[in-house]
């Protein structure tokens, strides 16, 4: 097989999904910092959401598993913790995804411009903590439905 070119790669990894927000990918979610060839070993570097993060695990499996079914014969998975990832590394499509399947973008204000149900601006914070650590609670006070707000790191 000839080896694939890197943007090819970049193309492949932003079709593998984020284990625990599925609708963005890794790539969306910027953790994904670089793709190159050593050899014949293929290394991808990826830098992780904060360095607790119970899916690391999980998602260099995924990228991966997602690499070998495309041909690749040897990955290599590198954690890259310097500079540490934060929520200005979401693509902009990331964060579409993000509010249309419910769950709003960070924001640098510290809390949602709307609800990622009705739109309304009419938000309040019910809790800190949300459905994972990345994650607070938050409602609107038109249509009162709750929903994730993705924290601002």
Avoid: H
């Amino acid at each position: 097989m000839t080896r694939a070119n890197v943007d090819q790669i970049w193309g492949w990894l932003d079709a593998v999904p984020d284990p625990e927000i599925p609708v963005i990918s890794v790539v969306d979610l910027g953790i994904v910092r670089a793709v190159s060839w050593d050899d014949d070993t293929l290394e991808i570097a990826v830098t992780p959401t904060y360095s607790g993060c119970p899916a690391t695990s999980v998602i260099a499996m995924d990228i991966e598993t997602a690499l070998m079914d495309r041909g690749v014969k040897s990955v290599r998975i590198k954690t890259q913790i310097s500079p540490p990832w934060t929520t200005d590394w979401l693509s902009d499509k990331g964060r579409a995804k993000l509010e249309d399947y419910g769950i709003a973008p960070p924001r640098a204000a510290g809390g949602p411009e709307r609800c990622p149900q009705c739109k309304s601006t009419a938000v309040e914070r019910i809790s800190q903590f949300g459905s994972t650590p990345c994650k607070a609670q938050w409602r609107c006070t038109d249509c009162l439905e709750p929903f994730d707000y993705f924290k601002c790191i």
